[in-house]
């Protein structure tokens, strides 16, 4: 059986990260890989743990034909290394953090993707956003405003799409995630 290739999207400061690095252990045991995104990004940027690499260089990998998905946001190039779909077709599942632009792309390429939107109350994330200290206040609430216009879009375009609130407890949130991976995994 094929594996299935699990779409983590949400708004920057939603805690994708934290919450692929709290449930990376419990998912690594049930036999579903974390993948590293290449970002062309410093390395010494906060953030995921990427691989960084400067955009020339993401060019020649993607004109290698390296990655299975790539996609540009935020003045940023990323790339999913080409090596999830050996490990789909090893049967084995796939968690990337993807994007919530590309989503459609994604779909067409992995017909049975789960679809994972983490989202944030909007007090919390601003909270998160202003804590970071990228962004002016002005560039925080237009984040917040395409965010809001994103999800609406969002859950209008693509039943079916999971999601999962991560305002409040880390581990709550991680507890849903696995729950969802293992229901997707056996209706697949």
Same mark, same amino acid.
């Given at each position: ?86 490990? =789909? *077709? ?5 968690? %990337?953090?993807?994007?919530? #632009?590309? $989503? +459609?792309?994604?779909?067409? &390429? ?44 969002? =859950? *209008? ?5 999971? %999601?999962?609130?991560?305002? #409040?407890? $880390? +581990?709550?949130?991680?507890? &849903? ?12």
């Amino acid at each position: 059986m094929a594996g299935r290739l699990i779409y983590l999207i949400g708004p920057s400061g939603s805690g994708k990260d934290s919450l692929l690095e709290a449930a990376r252990d419990t998912l690594g045991h049930n036999g579903c890989r974390i993948v590293r995104r290449v970002i062309t990004r410093s390395a010494e940027a906060v953030g995921e743990a990427a691989r960084a690499v400067s955009v020339e260089q993401f060019a020649a990998m993607q004109a290698q034909g390296e990655f299975a998905m790539s996609w540009q946001a935020n003045g940023l190039h990323y790339g999913i290394p080409k090596a999830i779909d050996d490990w =789909l *077709a090893q049967g084995q599942d796939v968690l %990337v953090n993807g994007s919530r #632009g590309y $989503l +459609q792309e994604a779909r067409q &390429r992995y017909p049975q993707l789960l679809a994972v939107l983490l989202k944030v109350d909007d007090q919390v994330l601003r909270q998160r956003l202003l804590a970071r200290g990228r962004e002016t206040q002005d560039e925080i609430e237009a984040r917040l405003a395409r965010n809001a216009r994103f999800t609406v879009e969002l =859950l *209008a375009e693509h039943p079916g799409l999971v %999601v999962l609130d991560n305002s #409040g407890d $880390l +581990q709550q949130t991680v507890s &849903r995630l696995l729950h969802h991976v293992a229901n997707a995994r056996l209706c697949a």
